[in-house]
């Protein structure tokens, strides 16, 4: 062989040696060579000799119409190499892409920061059973346990929002990245309480929104964290449920009665921003007039009609009919319509003393029933304290004359008639 033969022989070999082999998974230099059918681009691997194609969709991570848009001839494309396509002297043909190039670079990015512990944003992309898929350069989801820190029925209302959310698990080998908005509203949420919790005071009166509705009160947002307004302190009325004069969303005033950062509690009170009710009392119910009430309560002694919002009077049993009744049940329900008539005001005392019979006309022939001493019937409550009782109805503070009623002035006059 002559040298001139050799040396040509060693210049091919050098030149064969000199080219990279291709492997799945390598990523690549590649220029455009030409656009095939609109569909695909058709790419020579630089340093290789290597022909590739591109399809479509392979071009970027979101969709293309109209693959001249992204590419053109002479265009230097970076790809990762997917899968060998055939098999020919020349080595083949591979099948490339620039999304997934892409989708890798953001794996590694979604990497570094759920290792550094950081946040990501993504836009909710769709609605579907049991979660939410988000872009967030790769496919990410949320489960619905995941989306807040209270259920949410209808879960259409985040399409398309822009949210934040913490990195729960990443697995790039198998596309899974599954991520939690929940997590972040909890620590917002827990961080504005300690702030509230750290400046709210007893006694001061803030505003709120009612958040939940319970049978045993209401809890208001202060701006990050709830306070209970416990039903008995909605309105200075009986409140049978918080749903009958609260509603969610609707807008209160409250006073903060206690602060409790150990467990978390903050106690408020509706009722007590509201003027009281027993205010100008002798002006909305002075003596001698006639006012329109509901039977809340009946005793042994009585029964209580509330003539206004958290203003109960007592109708003495004696003042509640001309004739002779054995109990208020005998004639009054709970929960009656009831024209009353002022006879006493006691503001300080907060009681009335109202009458039913005095509006009623007496019935003929009937005797007139002898009353009691003003004095003895509606002493004031300081005087009155050594002789009240206690029973296991409320009393509101009424005399023992208020309890005992005709019976003491009838076991008096048997009295006087046996001395006689």
Same mark, same amino acid.
């Given at each position: ?11 091919? *070999? ?6 990279e082999t291709v492997k799945v998974g390598d990523v690549v230099k590649a220029e455009v060579l030409a656009i095939d059918d609109d569909k695909q681009a058709i790419v020579g691997i630089e340093g290789t000799g290597i022909e590739g194609v591109v399809p479509q969709k392979e071009l970027s991570t979101k969709p293309v ?8 001839? &002479?265009?230097?494309?970076? *790809? %990762? ?26 794996? $590694? ?18 609605? =579907? ?7 967030? +350069? ?7 346990s995941m989306i807040s820190d209270h259920f949410v029925e209808d879960l259409n209302q985040f399409k398309g929002q822009t949210l934040t959310f913490k990195i729960i698990e990443i697995e790039p080998s198998e596309n899974r990245l599954i991520l939690s908005h929940r997590a972040l509203v909890e620590q917002e949420k ?32 202060? &701006? ?19 749903? $009958?004069?609260?509603? =969610? ?10 602060? @409790?950062? @150990? ?15 027993? @205010? ?7 003596? +001698? ?5 509901? =039977? ?16 109960? &009077? ?16 005998? %004639? ?7 024209? %009353? ?6 503001? @300080? ?9 005095? *509006? ?42 208020? *309890?005992?009623? $005709? ?10 008639? $046996?001395?006689?």
């Amino acid at each position: 062989m002559s040298e001139n033969n050799s040396n040509d022989n060693n210049d091919l *070999l050098n030149a064969l040696n000199s080219i990279e082999t291709v492997k799945v998974g390598d990523v690549v230099k590649a220029e455009v060579l030409a656009i095939d059918d609109d569909k695909q681009a058709i790419v020579g691997i630089e340093g290789t000799g290597i022909e590739g194609v591109v399809p479509q969709k392979e071009l970027s991570t979101k969709p293309v119409s109209d693959i001249n848009d992204v590419v053109k001839v &002479g265009d230097t494309l970076d *790809l %990762v190499v997917i899968s060998k396509i055939g098999s020919d002297k020349e080595g083949g043909s591979y099948l490339l892409s620039v999304r997934r190039l892409e989708a890798r670079k953001v794996w $590694d990015e979604i990497q570094k920061k759920y290792e550094a512990g950081e946040t990501i944003e993504a836009p909710v992309t769709q609605v =579907v059973k049991g979660g939410l898929v988000v872009d967030a +350069g790769v496919r990410g989801f949320v489960p619905a346990s995941m989306i807040s820190d209270h259920f949410v029925e209808d879960l259409n209302q985040f399409k398309g929002q822009t949210l934040t959310f913490k990195i729960i698990e990443i697995e790039p080998s198998e596309n899974r990245l599954i991520l939690s908005h929940r997590a972040l509203v909890e620590q917002e949420k827990a961080a504005k309480r300690d702030e509230i919790m750290s400046t709210l005071k007893a006694g001061e009166t803030v505003t709120g929104k009612v958040a939940r509705l319970t049978s045993f009160g209401a809890f208001v947002d202060l &701006g990050g964290v709830d306070g209970l307004v416990h039903v008995s302190e909605i309105a200075y009325e009986r409140v049978e449920k918080p749903s $009958d004069v609260l509603k =969610v969303g609707q807008e209160v005033k409250v006073k903060v009665l206690s602060v @409790d950062p @150990d467990r978390n509690r903050i106690s408020l009170s509706i009722k007590q921003t509201l003027p009281e009710p027993w @205010d100008g009392i002798e002006e909305k119910a002075p003596e +001698g007039s006639v006012l329109e009430g509901t =039977v809340k309560r009946l005793t042994s002694f009585g029964a209580f009609v509330e003539v206004f919002p958290g203003v109960e &009077g007592l109708v003495h049993i004696s003042q509640i009919a001309h004739e002779h009744i054995a109990t208020p049940n005998d %004639v009054l329900s709970t929960g009656e319509t009831v024209k %009353v008539k002022v006879l006493e005001v006691h503001p @300080d005392a907060h009681r009335l003393a109202l009458s039913i019979k005095a *509006l009623k006309e007496k019935p003929a022939g009937s005797e007139e029933r002898h009353e009691q001493p003003k004095q003895q019937q509606r002493a004031p409550r300081k005087q009155a304290a050594p002789t009240q009782m206690s029973t296991d109805d409320d009393d509101e503070g009424f005399t023992l004359g208020d *309890l005992v009623g $005709d019976q003491l002035k009838n076991a008096q006059k048997k009295a006087d008639s $046996d001395n006689k």
